[in-house]
C-alpha cells in the first residue's frame, strides 16, 4: 500500500502546475521541501562553539520554532488539478485508494449522453471507461432511452475528493442517472440544479413501478453484461425488483450476479468496469450467484433498520430525579 501511494504522488503530483517552482526538478519531489526544515542548523554550530555559557543560552534562546502548517490532505491536493497527469493511461492503486494517470474527459455533449454537474470537473475516467461509457449511450436506445446523463466519474488525477464517494478514485467508476437524457440539450445550469428522481415508493423499501419501469431493468441489465464491467451497484430495492422480474431470463447470474446493493444508488446506478492494467488492485470475482437470496434480503432488513427512528433515550439520573 505504501508503494502504491508513492506511486500516486509521483505520478500525478509532481505535475501539479500550481508549485511553478518544481518544474525543472519536477523529477526531483523532495528537492522542493520547505528550507524551514535545515533553522535549526545555526543553533547547533552556536552550542559547539567555545564561548561562555550565558552566550550559549541566549544564541540557543534565538531560534524561535516555527510554526508549521500541517501537510495538504491528499483530498485538497487532488481537487486541485484542472486536468490530467500527461502519462500513458493508468490506474493505480485500488477503487477507494488511488489515483489516475493519463486521464481522458467525457465531453459535456455526445450523440447520446450529456454530462451533469460540471462544475465538479469529475468527468474524467481511463480511456477504457470513456469509451464504453459512450457506447453504453448510443446503446441504451434499443432500451427505449433517448442516451444516457452521466454524473461523476473521476477527477482529473482520480484520487480523494474533498466531497462525496469513497471510490471513484481511479477513474473505473462512473455514476449514471437513473433518469433517460431528455431529447434537449440541458443548459449549464439546469445541469447544476436539475434533481434526479428516486426510484423507491413511499416505503423507501421497493422501487415505485410507475417510476421504475421496465427500461430501466433493461437498462441496468445493459450495463452489467458488458464484459469489462464488474459491478453494477443499486439500491437493494432495486436489485430485489430485478430478481422478480427476470426469473426467466437464462442469462442472468452472469450479469445479475454482478449487480450488487449498497446504500443510496436509487437515483442513480454506478458502474465500475476491472482493473486495466497492472498497477491496480483487482476486485475479487463474483462468483457466479445471482445474489437473490439471502443477500438481498439481509440488505433489505439492514435498510428497514435504518429506517425506524431511534429508541427514545432511556431514563437516566436526572430524567429520573425530574420525575
Ligand atoms: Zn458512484
Same mark, same amino acid.
Given at each position: 500500500?505504501?508503494?502504491?501511494?508513492?506511486?500516486?504522488?509521483?505520478?500525478?503530483?509532481?505535475?501539479?502546475?500550481?508549485? $511553478?517552482?518544481?518544474?525543472?526538478? !519536477?523529477?526531483? *519531489?523532495?528537492?522542493?521541501?520547505? @528550507? #524551514?526544515? /535545515?533553522? =535549526?542548523? +545555526? $543553533?547547533?554550530?552556536?552550542?559547539? !562553539?567555545?564561548? *561562555?555559557?550565558?552566550?550559549?543560552? @541566549? #544564541?540557543? /534562546?534565538? =531560534?524561535? +520554532?516555527?510554526?508549521?502548517?500541517?501537510?495538504?490532505?491528499?483530498?485538497?491536493?487532488?481537487?486541485?488539478?484542472?486536468? /490530467?497527469?500527461?502519462?500513458?493511461?493508468?490506474?493505480?492503486?485500488?477503487?477507494?485508494?488511488?489515483?489516475?494517470?493519463?486521464?481522458?474527459?467525457? /465531453?459535456?455533449?455526445?450523440?447520446?449522453?450529456?454530462?451533469?454537474?460540471?462544475?465538479?470537473?469529475?468527468?474524467?475516467?481511463?480511456?477504457?471507461?470513456?469509451?464504453?461509457?459512450?457506447?453504453?449511450?448510443?446503446?441504451?436506445?434499443?432500451?427505449?432511452?433517448?442516451?444516457?446523463?452521466?454524473?461523476?466519474?473521476?477527477?482529473?488525477?482520480?484520487?480523494?475528493?474533498?466531497?462525496?464517494?469513497?471510490?471513484?478514485?481511479?477513474?473505473?467508476?462512473?455514476?449514471?442517472?437513473?433518469?433517460?437524457?431528455?431529447?434537449?440539450?440541458?443548459?449549464?445550469?439546469?445541469?447544476?440544479?436539475?434533481?434526479?428522481?428516486?426510484?423507491?415508493?413511499?416505503?423507501?423499501?421497493?422501487?415505485?413501478?410507475?417510476?421504475?419501469?421496465?427500461?430501466?431493468?433493461?437498462?441496468?441489465?445493459?450495463?452489467?453484461?458488458?464484459?469489462?464491467?464488474?459491478?453494477?451497484?443499486?439500491?437493494?430495492?432495486?436489485?430485489?425488483?430485478?430478481?422478480?422480474?427476470?426469473?426467466?431470463?437464462?442469462?442472468?447470474?452472469?450479469?445479475?450476479?454482478?449487480?450488487?446493493?449498497?446504500?443510496?444508488?436509487?437515483?442513480?446506478?454506478?458502474?465500475?468496469?476491472?482493473?486495466?492494467?497492472?498497477?491496480?488492485?483487482?476486485?475479487?470475482?463474483?462468483?457466479?450467484?445471482?445474489?437473490?437470496?439471502?443477500?438481498?434480503?439481509?440488505?433489505?432488513?439492514?435498510?428497514?433498520?435504518?429506517?425506524?427512528?431511534?429508541?427514545?433515550?432511556?431514563?437516566?439520573?436526572?430524567?429520573?430525579?425530574?420525575?
Amino acid at each position: 500500500m505504501q508503494r502504491t501511494r508513492a506511486l500516486c504522488l509521483i505520478g500525478s503530483l509532481c505535475l501539479i502546475p500550481y508549485s $511553478a517552482t518544481a518544474e525543472p526538478q !519536477a523529477a526531483k *519531489p523532495h528537492a522542493t521541501k520547505p @528550507a #524551514a526544515a /535545515a533553522k =535549526p542548523a +545555526p $543553533a547547533k554550530s552556536a552550542i559547539k !562553539a567555545p564561548v *561562555p555559557v550565558e552566550a550559549q543560552r @541566549a #544564541a540557543v /534562546a534565538v =531560534p524561535v +520554532p516555527e510554526k508549521k502548517n500541517p501537510p495538504p490532505l491528499a483530498k485538497e491536493l487532488f481537487g486541485k488539478p484542472k486536468v /490530467a497527469a500527461d502519462l500513458s493511461p493508468r490506474a493505480i492503486g485500488s477503487y477507494a485508494k488511488g489515483c489516475l494517470s493519463g486521464g481522458v474527459h467525457l /465531453a459535456d455533449n455526445g450523440p447520446n449522453w450529456q454530462a451533469m454537474r460540471l462544475s465538479r470537473n469529475r468527468a474524467w475516467g481511463h480511456p477504457k471507461l470513456v469509451k464504453l461509457l459512450q457506447r453504453f449511450a448510443g446503446e441504451v436506445k434499443q432500451d427505449g432511452w433517448n442516451g444516457l446523463l452521466v454524473g461523476d466519474i473521476s477527477q482529473p488525477r482520480g484520487g480523494p475528493m474533498l466531497t462525496g464517494h469513497a471510490s471513484h478514485q481511479i477513474g473505473l467508476d462512473a455514476d449514471i442517472w437513473l433518469t433517460p437524457m431528455p431529447n434537449r440539450v440541458l443548459t449549464r445550469k439546469e445541469r447544476e440544479e436539475i434533481s434526479a428522481t428516486s426510484m423507491l415508493d413511499n416505503t423507501k423499501l421497493a422501487v415505485n413501478p410507475k417510476v421504475f419501469t421496465a427500461s430501466h431493468a433493461a437498462v441496468i441489465k445493459r450495463a452489467a453484461s458488458y464484459l469489462s464491467v464488474e459491478r453494477v451497484f443499486v439500491h437493494p430495492a432495486i436489485k430485489k425488483s430485478l430478481c422478480e422480474t427476470t426469473k426467466d431470463d437464462p442469462n442472468r447470474a452472469v450479469w445479475l450476479g454482478k449487480v450488487r446493493p449498497i446504500w443510496g444508488h436509487h437515483y442513480h446506478f454506478h458502474i465500475r468496469i476491472g482493473c486495466p492494467n497492472g498497477g491496480c488492485e483487482p476486485q475479487v470475482p463474483v462468483k457466479g450467484d445471482d445474489g437473490c437470496g439471502a443477500e438481498v434480503t439481509g440488505w433489505l432488513k439492514k435498510v428497514e433498520a435504518s429506517l425506524k427512528p431511534p429508541p427514545p433515550p432511556k431514563p437516566g439520573p436526572e430524567m429520573g430525579a425530574a420525575e
